[in-house]
C-alpha cells in the first residue's frame, strides 16, 4: 500500500534547482502548503486512466511506466518516467482525465502537488510559466525520439535500444536488474513476449549480455550498440 511520508520543506529540497528554481520564497511556499508526498512499492498504481486529474506529479526517485489500453484491451507503454521527472506533464493541461495509467516498476516517491496551484503560478510568475513550457517539450520531444528510435527498428535493434536505454540513460552502469518483465517490455517496443524472449536468448549466446533472473550484464557495448545502429 502507498504511503504519506514525513514533509519535506519545498525551499530546502535538494531537488528544487532543477524543478522550481524560477520560484520565490513565497512560491515556494504555498506550493509546500498544497503538497503530499508519497511512498509507492514497485507494482503499486498512482493513477488510473480515465482517473480525474487533480495534482501535478513529481517523480523524486525511482521508476514508473506510462500505459494506456485499447479498446480490445491490450496495452501499451508508452514511456518510462525516471527520477526528476514531471510525470503525466503532456495532458494535465489539456485533459480533464489521465489519459494512461501510472505505475511504480521501482519503489518510488512522488509529490503530488495542486494543480490549481501550479496553473495559479504559471499565469503570475512568467519565468516559471517558460520553465514550464520547456519541460513540457523536452518531455514531448524524447517520447517522439523514443518512439522514433523503436519503431524504425527490426526486433533485435529494438531489444539493443531497450537494454542500451536502462545501461546507459537509467542506471549508468552496464549491469543492472531489469526493472520490467519481458511482457513489458513487449509493450514498451510493440513486439510479442515470445519474440522479446527469444532475442535476448540470442544476445546471450551471442556474448554481448549476461542474462541471471532479472540480473543483466552488458559485456560488450560497442557491439550491441553496433546491432540497434544497424536495425
Known sequence: MSKVLNHTNCSKCVHRTWAFDKLTEEELQLID????????????????????IKNFLYLRSGL??????????????????KPFDFIGL??????????????????????FVDLGVIKKLIRQNG?????????????????????????TKQLRGR????????????????????????KEIAQ????????????LSEFRKDGLIAIEGKNIRVNDPERLNRVYELG
Open 188 to 199: 514498451l517496443i510493440d513486439m510479442s513476449t515470445e519474440n522479446v524472449i527469444r532475442i
Open 127 to 151: 519565468d516559471f510559466a517558460l520553465d514550464f513550457m520547456e519541460k513540457i517539450s523536452k518531455i514531448s520531444d524524447d517520447v517522439i525520439n523514443t518512439r522514433v528510435s523503436i519503431n
Open 33 to 52: 502548503d498544497h503538497k503530499q508526498e508519497k511512498y509507492y512499492s514497485k507494482g503499486e498504481t498512482l493513477c488510473h486512466e480515465g482517473d480525474e
Open 159 to 182: 531489444i539493443a535500444y531497450i537494454l542500451m536505454f536502462f545501461a546507459d540513460y537509467i542506471y549508468k552502469r552496464n549491469e543492472f536488474e531489469l526493472p520490467v518483465s519481458r
Open 64 to 81: 514508473v511506466k506510462l500505459l494506456t489500453t485499447e479498446k480490445n484491451q491490450k496495452e501499451h507503454i508508452i514511456s518510462l518516467g
Open 90 to 111: 503532456l495532458s494535465i493541461f489539456s485533459n480533464d482525465q489521465h489519459i494512461y495509467t501510472i505505475t511504480a516498476i521501482e519503489n518510488s516517491v512522488v509529490c
